[in-house]
């Protein structure tokens, strides 16, 4: 099996689940409401049209380092309850940034105001609404899975430690105050990367010692994936990464590249960059400006050396762990994606 | 065990688990990020702040209808994972229906808007992820029953059942189209009644039989519940409700009174009446006369006998139904108190 093959596989099995839970979901609420459908839709729309189901590919993985012949039924299950939980995300999210595309479409919240007149705050009510039933879609699918009672309430413990630490992270990047890296690892690396593995761990029915294993390769490869988008966000090319030129400098977001600038530059340089950050009316000129300057100054080169260390170590935490061959190949396919793309 | 003390009861081992419940969670939030101990202490002063913890208490009514001996302690879990969920859904509702008061204090957005510089947004949307982390505390109290695996499933999919209901029935409310009484029974009969009821049921494992005798008692009495709920929006008492006079009238609402007056009033009354409805610059004088029109059409007295009528009924179909006495006597003093209150 080579490793495009079997990612295939897992989207193409992760995109027929979500089809036919689609539809059934559509069903049941049109058999409650007339106007029920809309919101399922809104919740299909945004889930179909994207995503690189790479959380469900490290469920998946992590499932098959744990054992490798259990059928993946349940894994996909999971894995599918995952990319709900990240619809309900993305749809919340995308509401309180006043982020109005996602996905090459709409966000929601623009999708429903548009769809009711303009009505901007009945647009975000409803997206709320949509959010909140994506996320009871996450919990249906995850509470699905067959086998023993003690596995579902491990799976059920994971997703809960999950959303309760995105939860968190989101809150400290509304208020936009205080740690960073703390921000980051608690709204993006734990429902990224760790959350999956700990997810595919728990499914598998892992030993505390391969657990500890999955845990010592997500932990950095968490940190090189958000590491990765701080650069993207910077120096990513907008037609490939979907997002606008120095949208991460426009939101001033103290991004891993601005922290090393600080350490780096030269107090003039520094004074350049301090000068655009945040600034609504920057223009694209000042904004190329200091992109050149975050390379100039080293603070790209040390992002990315951060990355190309964090991914070695998490490759290197896999060698004498106690886990399947195929699945810790898996993984490794999988690291090098995450740290190593170009959206 | 007279009515009063094992309700009393009820509303102590509640109040006593959710206090606990949220000890543990400012600690668990405490350990995540230093601002997350600020979002559970605003669902735990909405929660502790009040409510009757009546479908904490028709949850522990049916749990005894089924079985008289069982321990309470499952119960009393899955009654406080209701009163989350009723946090998480007043807390995102109240956002959407501008309600800056609850409970006595100041609503949830309210209260953050207010910590946070008088940001509406700000607060709206932490306002929403405390929302969404409450429906993650009703999901773990839920979820930390005991016992057989099956017995979980089906309380997960009431739940789920639940939730869904609930989401449509708000949608419905903020498009204000179509439907009164199918909005009503999904927003309000299918969470406070029918759900705790089959909650109950599912919880001490009841028979098909015992279900349905359940529902039959349940569906008139979400339906008389609703009904008091309109005759307290505009003939009850300000001080004692906590919604200011009128409250049904300024927001035109399409409750039963109005909905009675159509075919009661006469058309010069119908005139006046709808006239008020909505206007925000009604004065008091205005929304009394109305008040006073509802009840010489005969409005109120249809509405009144209506109520009556359906907790008859709910009683009723108690009558010989293969459930255990003490509970089915719990059941009957709960009818009293959800169809006959003055709040």
């Not at 006043?98 to 007149?117: C, K, M, Q, T």
Request: proline fraction near 4%.
């Amino acid at each position: 099996m080579t490793e495009g093959s079997w990612l295939q596989e897992v989207r193409s099995l992760i995109d027929a689940r979500l089809a036919s839970y689609f539809a059934g979901e559509r069903e049941q609420a049109a058999a409650l409401s007339p106007e029920g459908v809309a919101l399922v839709d809104a919740i299909a729309t945004l889930t179909m049209r994207g995503g690189k189901r790479l959380r469900p590919a490290l469920l998946v993985a992590a499932f098959r380092a744990v054992t490798d012949d259990a059928p993946l039924d349940d894994a996909i299950e999971a894995g599918a309850a995952l990319e709900l939980l990240q619809s309900y995300l993305l749809i919340h999210d995308d509401w309180m940034d006043h982020d109005e595309e996602r996905r090459g479409g709409p966000s929601v919240h623009a999708a429903l105001r548009e769809a009711n007149g303009q009505d901007a705050h009945l647009g975000a009510s409803l997206a709320v609404l949509a959010g909140n039933l994506a996320s009871a879609h996450a919990w249906e699918l995850l509470t699905r899975i067959g086998g023993p009672e003690p596995r579902l309430r491990d799976v059920i413990d994971v997703f809960l430690a999950i959303h309760r630490e995105v939860v968190l992270g989101q809150q400290l990047d509304l208020l936009a105050t205080g740690d960073v890296s703390l921000m980051q690892r608690l709204k993006t690396g734990s429902y990224t990367v760790r959350g999956p593995l700990a997810l595919g761990a728990a499914l598998a029915g892992a030993s505390q010692a391969q657990r500890e294993a999955l845990d010592a390769f997500g932990a950095p490869l968490g940190e090189a994936f958000q590491l990765r988008d701080d650069l993207l966000g910077t120096f990513g090319d907008p037609a490939v990464t979907g997002k606008p030129v120095g949208s991460d400098l426009r939101a001033a977001k103290r991004t891993a590249l601005i922290l090393a600038a600080e350490e780096l530059a030269s107090p003039a340089e520094l004074e350049r960059i301090r000068a655009v950050l945040g600034r609504a009316d920057v223009t694209e000129g000042e904004l190329a400006g200091v992109t050149e300057l975050l390379s100039a100054c080293g603070a790209r080169v040390s992002v990315e050396s951060r990355v190309n260390a964090l991914l070695a170590e998490a490759k290197a935490s896999l060698e004498g762990a106690p886990l399947a061959p195929l699945g810790v190949a898996m993984l490794v396919a999988l690291a090098d994606r995450l740290a190593i793309r170009d959206r």
